[in-house]
């Protein structure tokens, strides 16, 4: 399928839902349309609330501090994912010693840690990198061993029949094999930075996307929440895409997939 064709059908989808949308805050189908407006508010309101946040410059600021928390969280707990899983998947009795430990953390409910991370770090910045880093950590972590435990014992036993030492080995073998698995991650783990960013300001904050729809939620400001949620998943959107770029440069050695 071609990418004209495919972004086409993505347009429609969305075009299907806003108007699906419209419909029923418009016309009584499914119910009464002032109690479908209380709830759902309309795309039409939503749009210009939009609007107006960027119009107005409200936005920038909250949009800022929500983009530091977010690229922050990402890139300490994605490079600390890759460094970590490549050595547990080359050690394997480091692995074997610390595997419950790593079962245990993942294990804890994040929503838990936000508040300790507050009384850790503050209301700043730093306890919202921290809430979305565990979020981030675990996801590439467990990619990335296992993209590395993943060689194929061929490609390896040829490798090393050819004179190729450990750095060589990590160069040439290991890190081609983990990085579909890592990149696989990354576009996951893009999603629960920002989670963990807007979860963390929606819990304490003075600012950031998380505050503002805290905020329009307690006035009962239903077209400000959804208006917070579609600058938050344009934000992603655009992140995510970032993230495929890089993907594709680094990823040219793949063959491309067939049809």
Avoid: C
Avoid at 124 to 139: C, D, E, N, R, Y
Avoid at 168 to 176: D, G, N
Avoid at 203 to 208: P, T
Wanted: net charge positive.
């Amino acid at each position: 399928m071609s990418r004209a064709r495919l972004l086409l059908l993505q347009i429609l989808v969305a075009v299907a839902l806003i108007g699906a949308w419209h419909v029923v805050s418009n016309y009584p189908v499914v119910g009464d349309v002032k109690n479908i407006r209380f709830f759902f508010s309309t795309p039409g309101d939503v749009a210009l609330r939009v609007w107006k946040f960027f119009y107005t410059g409200v936005i920038w600021k909250h949009l800022w501090i929500t983009l530091e928390e977010t690229l922050l969280a990402f890139v300490i707990g994605a490079g600390s994912g890759v460094a970590i899983g490549f050595w547990f998947a080359r050690q394997p009795l480091v692995a074997a010693v610390f595997d419950p430990y790593v079962k245990m953390a993942n294990a804890l409910p994040r929503v838990v840690l936000a508040p300790i991370f507050m009384l850790w770090f503050g209301l700043g910045i730093w306890s919202k990198v921290a809430l979305g880093v565990t979020l981030v950590f675990f996801i590439v972590f467990f990619n990335v061993y296992q993209g590395v435990k993943e060689v194929s014992p061929v490609v390896l036993a040829n490798a090393r029949m050819l004179g190729m030492n450990e750095r060589q080995l990590l160069r040439h073998v290991y890190w081609p094999s983990a990085l579909s698995w890592m990149f696989s991650s990354l576009h996951t783990s893009v999603g629960f930075a920002l989670v963990g960013a807007v979860v963390g300001e929606y819990l304490g904050a003075a600012s950031g996307l998380g505050y503002l729809i805290h905020e329009a939620e307690g006035t009962f400001d239903v077209t400000g929440v959804f208006a917070g949620m579609v600058v938050l998943s344009a934000f992603v959107l655009v992140v995510d895409y970032a993230v495929t770029l890089i993907e594709g440069r680094l990823m040219k050695w793949r063959p491309a997939r067939a049809d």
